[in-house]
């Protein structure tokens, strides 16, 4: 500390000295254990500043911090979900519903919106973890399929950030067929020649990874997020023996040659943007 | 061959025990042997069909992994003349898991791919109990660019528990291998049926299942997860597979009921597995009829047709709409 910072104490200590501390002002990084200052971590898009560890970011926060300041416009807000089967396990299907709308003020687990990143025609999606696992139901579906038919009419390329654990068994089969019906609409992105980059961050696993996010021209990965078909639970279930360190980490999906290449949340703007420019041949952004 | 009885139907196997014991012993008392076996046998049909009409989900499902149950390979031989099966990825390996070839129905020429399960122990190992890995979904992608190449007719058949869940499968790309099967049938330019003739499990089965018509057993299921798989999780013991398979609706009837399923096949009395013949008569007629319908149409339109029925898929509310 400077002798100046002595004698002039900072504007901060004052205010804290004033107000109480709320709760929840600190936290901790779960991978080093530093004691965060929130609105920092929150500044950082949920990164830890001290040892990088990427921690979930709700969906509509990433996406509005990914497009361009004030041009996400979202997609299919007004569809929500039904329990057509009256499903009911240790709660009823309506009652997990109606928690996690409260719990993640989401009305499904995707949102999507259409808008511009660094000026390019994009549609963004994300899945919020918060909801049921980001698991994918009727509703993730037909958003994501929305989300890809703007994809078409505005010639637009597609991003979608993975956080799921697949797909939702409280919709059962309709469950599964949104694995079809959202792979049918990659294909028709594919076919109208518009670029799709698929982000898998922490986790991506089960019906999601076994079709839309594996299904990009660029499939990218989050540093250290877990990634695979199977759940590694299940898998040392079934082969009884200890998985290897790291296995179906990013890093380790490079390695296999399943994703392109791993990229840090914070550069993910700039980064995704350059790919999308030159996969649409558009000219270098100002 | 005898049949092996499930617990459910233990009532039928006692009676049918009985049946075998009366056969063997020589007429000389003074009731006549064959009027009561004939009555018992009666009384076992009587039975069976008392049985059969009021199966719980998980006894279906009991039926639809029965060790003796056809599987592909006696559909393909029941059903097709000429079958030549193909092997292998062309990168990897050959999946036994997964079979396919080219074959005729009715003279004429298509492409047969599914899963295969085993009978004995030795069979079973080999063929992974029916569990594809990528391999073998990378060599039901090849067969069926080839069945488009040459305009030939898809027929798939689904038997698997689901894609096999270890490390050399992860490795190589399990996810990758079965997302790329579903994009790729979603625009495939021939007509496509599958038939559920046993398990539909989860991604494993949907990934040679993308298709035109989707055509199941009376006494097979298909579902997003085995209800083991949904007990343990949901209710957090596998135990609870019975009410689980309730919750799910995984028979073909319930999904018939939820607009999923195009035509269900009612089985021979006790199950596909007591009269394989029959059983397969049942699908080559379904399948047949499919392929005409499909037939008129321009690979075009096909498609086009495909694309709607992928998008119309979903239960929701839309507020917008």
């Avoid at chain 1, 687990?109 to 000026?119: D, F, I, N, P």
């Avoid at chain 1, 390019?120 to 994501?144: D, N, Q, W």
């Avoid at chain 1, 360190?245 to 380790?252: N, T």
């Avoid at chain 2, 063929?127 to 898809?154: C, I, S, T, V």
Wanted: aromatic fraction near 6%; include cysteine.
């Amino acid at each position: 500390m400077s002798w100046f910072e002595k004698i002039v104490p900072s504007r901060i200590k004052t205010a804290r000295r004033v107000r109480s501390v709320p709760e929840g002002l600190w936290s901790k990084c779960p991978a080093c254990d530093a004691v965060l200052y929130r609105a920092e971590v929150e500044r950082n898009l949920q990164v830890c500043p001290k040892c990088s560890h990427h921690m979930r970011i709700g969906a509509r926060d990433r996406l509005t911090r990914f497009l361009d300041p004030g041009t996400g416009t979202e997609i299919g807000a007004k569809i929500t979900p039904e329990d057509p089967l009256k499903f009911k396990d240790t709660k009823r299907y309506k009652d997990r519903l109606v928690a996690a709308q409260k719990a993640t003020g989401e009305k499904d687990a995707l949102v999507a919106m259409g808008g511009t990143l660094k000026g390019l025609p994009v549609v963004a999606c994300a899945f919020e973890f918060g909801f049921l696992g980001g698991s994918m139901g009727s509703v993730v579906g037909e958003r994501f399929h929305r989300a890809v038919e703007q994809c078409i009419a505005r010639r637009a390329g597609l991003v979608c950030f993975s956080a799921t654990g697949g797909a939702r068994m409280q919709e059962a089969l309709l469950s599964l067929m949104q694995m079809a019906k959202s792979s049918a609409a990659l294909a028709r992105l594919a076919q109208a020649g518009l670029p799709y980059i698929s982000v898998c961050t922490d986790p991506t696993t089960g019906g999601v990874s076994a079709s839309l996010a594996m299904l990009g021209d660029l499939n990218i990965g989050e540093p250290r997020a877990l990634i695979g078909f199977a759940g590694p639970r299940v898998i040392a279930q079934t082969v009884r023996e200890t998985l290897p360190e790291g296995f179906q980490r990013s890093e380790f999906l490079v390695e296999k040659g399943a994703l392109d290449m791993i990229i840090d949340r914070r550069e993910q703007r700039d980064r995704l943007a350059s790919l999308l420019g030159m996969m649409m041949r558009l000219p270098v952004a100002s | 061959m005898a049949v092996n009885f499930l617990d459910f139907e233990q009532p039928i196997a006692e009676l049918e025990a009985k049946i075998e014991e009366l056969g063997h012993v020589t007429s000389e008392g003074e009731v006549n042997i064959q009027d009561e076996m004939n009555r018992l046998r009666a009384k076992s049909r009587q039975l069976t069909t008392t049985i059969f009409s009021q199966l719980t989900p998980w006894q279906v499902t009991q039926l639809a992994r029965h060790p003796q149950r056809p599987y592909t390979l006696d559909y393909i031989s029941m059903l097709c003349t000429d079958f030549e099966e193909l092997h292998g990825d062309r990168m990897f390996g050959d999946d036994a898991a997964i079979v396919g070839g080219l074959a005729r129905l009715d003279g004429r020429p298509i492409m047969v791919i599914g899963q295969q399960k085993g009978r004995d122990t030795k069979e079973r190992v080999r063929r992974n109990y029916g569990m594809p890995k990528p391999e073998g979904y990378r060599k039901a992608l090849r067969l069926m660019r080839m069945a488009e190449r040459f305009g030939l007719p898809l027929l798939t058949f689904i038997d698997t528990p689901g894609a096999y869940p270890g490390v050399s499968s992860e490795e190589r790309g399990q996810s990758e291998a079965i997302a790329r099967n579903l994009f790729e049938m979603s625009t495939l330019r021939v007509p496509i049926v599958s038939v559920v003739i046993g398990e539909g499990g989860s991604g494993g089965a949907l990934a040679i299942g993308v298709c035109d018509r989707l055509v199941m057993l009376q006494y097979s299921v298909y579902s997003v997860i085995s209800p083991e798989g949904c007990a343990s999780i949901l209710w957090k013991s596998a135990d609870k597979k019975e009410i689980a398979a309730d919750a799910m609706g995984l028979t073909a009837e319930r999904l018939a009921k939820l607009g999923l399923v195009d035509e269900v096949l009612k089985e021979p009395l006790g199950g596909a597995h007591r009269d394989p013949e029959s059983a397969a008569a049942a699908i080559k007629a379904a399948v047949l009829g499919h392929f005409d319908t499909l037939g008129k149409l321009s690979p075009a339109e096909l498609v086009q047709a495909r694309a709607r029925r992928l998008a119309g898929f979903g239960v929701f509310s839309d507020a917008s709409a």
